[in-house]
C-alpha cells in the first residue's frame, strides 16, 4: 500500500431480502417531499414500485413522480429533472433501479440549487458542487455500476456526442442503499449479464496497475473469483439466491473506492466504452465487453508480471514450464471464454459500430494516465478496429 | 451472502507515511480539551508523541496526559482514566499507541457521563451506553486488533480473574485513524509477531463458519494471503515499508465488519485466548497462538469442506490424490510452520499456564454459538490440556 490516501464511506448499505423494510428507519430523517426516480416501469410489472409507494406513504411523504430514467441518461432527461425537483421544492431523492438511475439522482442532486449549467459545470469542467445537495438514498434492482456506494454519475450528450462520468465527493454519495438481491430476479439475462461484467471490468481497471504487492490486489483477485463463481450459477439459474447475493455485493465493493486504496487507475476500458456508448447507446456493460479483449491483449506486454499473476490467481493457470507471455495469454484467453459462456457482445459491429464512426469514438476517448501504458490516438484507433 | 445484514463504518482513515499531519484537519472539529492517551512511554522514544504534541499545541488544544495504559487495560486503570476525563472535562480522547490505547479510550469514552459502575454495566450486563459519548480519535503505532476501525473495546479485571470484550456501535467507534506503517518500525520483534497472528486469527474466526459459498469468504483469503506473504518479508526486515503498508491495512479490513457480514461468527479462539490473558497477562496474540492449533485440529472434522478450501486456497495445498482428512490436515500443519517461523508462543506452558489453572481458565471461557460446534466445558479442557 504504497503513496497516502485517506478512506471513509459515509453510505449505510441495508442489505437482505427483508431490506426494504429499512426504509422505514431512513426515511424518517429526510423532509417531506420525495422525488421517486425510476426508468421504464418494470418495477410496476415486478411489484417493487408498489412496496416502496406504500412504505413511502406510510411515512406520511409527498411523491413527486420522475420516471423514463434511460440506460444512458441523458442532458436532456437532467433538465427535465431538475426542473421537478425545483418545481415541487423536493426534500429527498430516491432512486429505483440501477446504476442509471443513480447516477441520475446523483446528477440531479448537485444541480438543483445550481444556476450554473449542470454538463458544462459537472461534466465538461469537472467542477464540484458549491450549492446545498439534495440527499440521495437508493433501492437497486439492477447490479453491476457500484454507483449506489460511489459518488460516480454518468451522463450522456447525444448531441455532442459525449458519454462522461463525473466522480463526485463523500457529500454527494448515496446516504443509504437497500440491496435486495430478489430484485434482481425478473432482470432480462441481457441485462444480467452485461451487469456481471461491469463488475469484472471495474474490478480490472483497478488492478491493472501498480508494481507493488498489494492488499488490494489480493481483495481485487478475491472479488473476481466470487463473481466468476456466482456468474456460472446464476447464468444456470437466475433466481439462485445465493448466487445473485454474492454478484450483488461483489458490484458494490468492487467500486466503492477500497480497491482502488494505494493503486493508480487509469480506467481506459471505460474510457472507450463509454465513448462507444455515446455513439451507440448501447447498454454499459456490453459496450466494455466489447472492447475488452482487444485492448487487454495490447496492454498486456506492458503489464506483463500483473497479466501472469492476473492468470495464475484467478484463472488458476498452471505456470510451469510455460514463458511468462504464455502464461499471461493462456490467463486472457480464459477469460475470454467465460465471457463468451456469459453470452456477452464480443466485438463493436454487434453495436452497430462502423468504421466510420472510429474517428469520432477515437476522438471522444479520454487518454488517461495510471496504467502500464498512456495510449496515443492512433493506439486507440488501432483498438477499436482490432475490436471490429 | 444469506441473511439480512446493515453495514456502514463511520471511522475515517488517513493512511501513508505523511498521515499525521490530516491530525490538523480532524483536530478542530472537536473541542479544547484533549485526554492524550498512551501506553508505556515508547512514543517518547520513537518521537512521535513529540510529533502529536506538536499538533495538538499548534490547534490550540489544551492536553491533558493520560499514560501507563498497559498491554491489557485493566479496570483500575479505566477508573482511574475516566477521573483524569472527568477532572479535566476533556472534549476529545486522542489514543496514541496500538489495541490496548484503543480498546481503553473506547472504555473512557462510554463511562466519563455514565454513573454506573462501567465493568458490571458494559463487560458483565453488555448494555450499551445511554449516555452522552466522549469522541475518540487513534494514532495507531501497533497493528493487530483493528480497534482503530471498530467498536471493540477489550477490558481486564484482575480480580475476578475475567478478560472481556464489549462490541460497541457506530457512535463508539473511532471518528478518524492515522495509520502510518512507519510509525510501527520500532517495535520489537515479538509484538509484530504478535499483531499478526492477531490479524490471521481474526480472519479465521469469521472465515471458518456456514456452509455458503460467500463473497466474505473470498475476501478473508485474499486478506490471509497478504498478511501471510507480508509478514515473511517484514520477519526479514521489519522497515521494509511495503509490507508494513500491507500488514497495517490487512489489520484493518480484518476486524471492520466487512468480512463477517453474511456469516455466523463464535469467536471461540478469542473466548480461550481472552480466559488464558486473564490469567497469565500474556501478549494477547500470543494467547491466541498458544490454543490455536489444538483448537483448529479438534474442530476441523466438524467443519472439514471449508478446512480443505482454506488448505488449497490460502495455503496452495495439492489436493488431487488426497482424502479431504489429509487435505485439511496438510493445510493446518502448513499454518502450524508458518506460525513456528514467525516465532510465536506455541503453546501454553511458554505462558506460564500450569495444570492448576485450566479449570480456571475454563471457567472464564464463554461458550458461543455460531461456529462449527458450540464447545462444551469438557472440550474446552482437552483443548487447553492439548495445548500445554
Redesign the interface.
Known amino acids: 500500500?504504497?503513496?497516502?490516501?485517506?478512506?471513509?464511506?459515509?453510505?449505510?448499505?441495508?442489505?437482505?431480502?427483508?431490506?426494504l423494510c429499512?426504509l422505514n428507519e431512513e426515511l424518517p430523517k429526510y423532509g417531506k417531499t420525495v422525488q421517486l426516480i425510476y426508468g421504464g416501469g418494470s418495477i410496476k410489472k415486478n411489484g417493487i414500485y408498489e412496496q416502496v409507494i406504500t412504505l413511502l406513504k406510510a411515512n406520511g411523504k409527498v411523491i413527486v413522480e420522475d420516471s423514463g430514467v434511460m440506460p444512458n441518461p441523458t442532458v436532456e432527461k437532467l433538465m427535465e429533472g431538475i426542473q421537478i425537483a425545483r418545481e415541487n421544492q423536493v426534500d429527498f431523492l430516491l432512486a429505483v433501479g440501477g446504476g442509471s438511475c443513480c447516477d441520475y439522482a446523483k446528477a440531479v442532486s448537485v444541480s438543483v440549487h445550481c444556476d450554473e449549467n449542470p454538463w458544462e459545470k459537472y461534466y465538461i469542467r469537472f467542477e464540484e458542487p458549491a450549492c446545498p445537495i439534495v440527499p440521495v438514498g437508493c433501492v437497486l434492482t439492477m447490479v453491476g455500476t457500484g454507483s449506489e456506494m460511489n459518488g460516480g454519475s454518468v451522463i450522456t450528450n447525444h448531441e455532442q456526442k459525449r458519454k462522461i462520468g463525473h466522480v463526485f465527493g463523500d457529500n454527494v454519495m448515496p446516504k443509504f442503499a437497500v440491496l435486495n438481491?430478489k430484485f434482481t430476479y425478473t432482470l432480462p439475462k441481457g441485462q444480467m449479464v452485461a451487469g456481471i461484467y461491469d463488475i469484472f471490468n471495474h474490478i480490472c481497471e483497478q488492478y491493472f496497475s501498480g508494481q507493488?504487492?498489494?492488499?488490494s490486489d489480493?481483495?481485487s483477485?478475491?472479488?473476481m473469483?466470487?463473481v466468476i463463481?456466482?456468474s456460472r450459477i446464476a447464468l444456470q439459474n437466475s433466481e439462485d439466491?445465493?448466487a445473485r447475493?454474492?454478484i450483488?455485493?461483489?458490484a458494490t465493493?468492487a467500486l466503492n473506492t477500497l480497491i482502488a486504496?494505494?493503486k493508480d487507475t487509469d480506467w481506459m476500458v471505460h474510457m472507450l466504452g463509454q465513448s462507444v456508448g455515446a455513439y451507440t447507446d448501447g447498454t454499459h456493460g456490453m459496450t466494455l465487453s466489447a472492447v475488452s479483449m482487444a485492448y487487454y491483449r495490447y496492454i498486456c506486454p506492458y503489464g506483463l508480471a500483473k497479466f501472469c499473476r492476473f492468470a495464475v490467481n484467478v484463472w488458476q493457470v498452471e505456470p510451469k514450464g510455460k514463458t511468462d507471455e504464455q502464461i499471461a495469454s493462456e490467463g486472457l484467453s480464459r477469460m475470454e471464454s467465460w465471457m463468451k459462456e456469459l453470452g456477452l457482445v464480443m466485438n463493436l459491429s454487434e453495436l452497430g459500430v462502423t468504421e466510420e464512426m472510429l474517428d469520432g469514438i477515437a476522438d471522444g476517448t479520454f487518454l488517461m494516465e495510471g496504467g502500464y501504458k498512456i495510449l496515443t490516438r492512433d493506439e486507440v484507433v488501432d483498438i477499436l478496429k482490432a475490436s471490429m
Not at 507493488?212 to 492488499?215: A, E, G, K, P, V
Open positions: 500500500m504504497l503513496g497516502n490516501f485517506a478512506y471513509s464511506n459515509p453510505t449505510k448499505l441495508y442489505f437482505g431480502e427483508d431490506s429499512y438481491p507493488d504487492d498489494n492488499t489480493y481483495i483477485e478475491a472479488l473469483k466470487s463463481h456466482s439466491y445465493e447475493s454474492n450483488m455485493w461483489t465493493w486504496k494505494g
